[in-house]
């Protein structure tokens, strides 16, 4: 990895381990504001002394940066769970409510339960576990910028799998966001079965895109 600037989180964790939470998992998602595919949450519980030489927010990195730092975090955590809602039950309940639904999922997925889970944002959520929320926690949490990190590389290899399913939409490049090409794209073919019903896909609708 090219040398990085260390970036510097907030002591939140370390904060929390001197209160008596010994196992924390942060959370984070990604994939609430695209047209198309999953959302796709994650949750990590990092070793104390977890070294991720460059960990950063997984929108400031590189597609080869967050590759690299998804294998050094998988091997310097505790445990760890990635789990996906498909764009079906987005339609069905609401973006809101599949990224908790997604949350949910991933702190059932741990073999190990954590003691609290910090989650980036401020939505409220449905866990069984105590939690706090932190807005942007992927910038200033350590333990979420990991599991952004875990989050993002998997959905972009999700949705560039759909784009060899569906290769008129060019989702190995814009990964279902509304982009200048996206939308081209929808005007020309209309929308595919990934696509989210729910959402604002063309210009002229008058639906409400959370």
């Not at 959520?125 to 949490?141: A, N, R, W, Y």
């Not at 595919?192 to 409400?208: D, G, T, V, W, Y």
Request: positive net charge.
């Amino acid at each position: 990895m090219p040398h990085r600037k260390t970036h510097t989180f907030f002591p939140l964790e370390s904060q929390l381990k001197k209160q008596g939470f010994n196992l924390i998992a942060g959370m984070d998602e990604v994939g609430r504001g695209p047209l198309a595919g999953p959302v796709v949450s994650a949750a990590v519980i990092l070793k104390d002394k977890a070294k991720l030489p460059g960990l950063n927010d997984s929108k400031k990195l590189s597609a080869k940066q967050r590759t690299i730092l998804f294998d050094l975090i998988l091997k310097n955590c505790l445990d760890y769970s990635i789990a996906a809602v498909s764009h079906v039950l987005v339609d069905k309940y609401n973006v809101l409510n599949a990224t908790r639904f997604a949350n949910d999922l991933c702190i059932a997925a741990l073999k190990t339960t954590p003691d609290i889970a910090i989650i980036d944002g401020h939505d409220k959520q449905i866990l069984d576990i105590p939690f706090i929320t932190v807005v942007k926690g992927d910038e200033h949490i350590r333990s979420i910028a990991a599991a952004s990190i875990l989050a993002k590389v998997v959905r972009d290899a999700v949705m560039h799998r759909y784009a060899e399913e569906f290769p008129d939409y060019g989702f190995e490049k814009h990964a279902g966001y509304g982009t200048r090409l996206h939308r081209s794209c929808l005007a020309k073919h209309g929308i595919c079965a990934i696509h989210r019903k729910s959402f604002q896909l063309f210009k002229h609708e008058n639906s409400n895109m959370w």
